[in-house]
């Protein structure tokens, strides 16, 4: 469980700091590590209770894969890379904690399965940051609207039942198209 927490709670800022070359920074300071603990500590004990709060958790996870994917992204483009990058070191730092945490945790990545607005969420963020960040050149104030519009949006997608479909295999379409026309003289 120990392992888990960590994993989740720290992953995206670790594979942050190995994107970016530079060195496990997020374990250099033991607050980041005492508190993933202590969060693994408080779930192990009081996991039936704490399954109350599905709303409030689903909100908590929302807030920050908004807060990772802002920090992901400000940290590439403070790194000298372009925004393409950056938007990809967002992305990756947003859900990297969750994927840990299905992987680890023995289920399918949700992240992956259709149905879930997550990565398609994490993307938008991080475009929507680096936009910002460029537009108003105040990294908090971009980082505070995105976080909120992540938030709202996550949140407005469950409310409402949005989800996304599995992906659509359309070889068959395409080779049957391009057999139609025929040889081209």
């Known amino acids: 469980m120990l392992t888990l927490s960590v994993t989740a709670g720290l992953g995206g800022l670790l594979i942050r700091d190995i994107l970016l070359a530079r060195g496990p920074i997020v374990l250099r300071d033991a607050s980041f590590i005492w508190s993933a603990l202590a969060a693994a500590v408080i779930g192990f004990f009081f996991a039936?209770?704490?399954?109350?709060?599905?709303?409030?958790?689903?909100?908590?996870?929302?807030l920050a894969m908004g807060l990772l994917a802002t920090v992901g992204t400000d940290s590439a483009l403070r790194a000298g890379m372009g925004a393409l990058p950056a938007i990809a070191v967002g992305t990756i730092v947003a859900t990297a904690g969750p994927l840990f945490r299905d992987i680890?945790?023995?289920?399918?990545?949700?992240?992956?399965?259709?149905?879930?607005?997550?990565?398609?969420?994490?993307?938008?963020?991080?475009?929507?940051?680096?936009g910002?960040?460029?537009?108003?050149?105040?990294?908090?104030?971009?980082?505070?609207?995105?976080?909120?519009?992540?938030f709202l949006t996550r949140m407005a997608a469950v409310a409402w039942g949005l989800k996304t479909s599995p992906a659509a295999d359309v070889s068959d379409r395409v080779w049957s198209f391009w057999s139609r026309r025929g040889p081209q003289q």
């Open 48 to 62: 039936g209770y704490i399954a109350r709060f599905d709303r409030a958790l689903l909100g908590l996870e929302a």
């Open 104 to 130: 680890l945790g023995g289920d399918a990545p949700q992240l992956l399965r259709p149905g879930v607005f997550l990565g398609i969420l994490a993307v938008g963020a991080s475009m929507l940051y680096v």
């Open 132 to 150: 910002l960040d460029a537009w108003t050149r105040q990294p908090l104030l971009a980082q505070i609207a995105v976080i909120l519009i992540f």
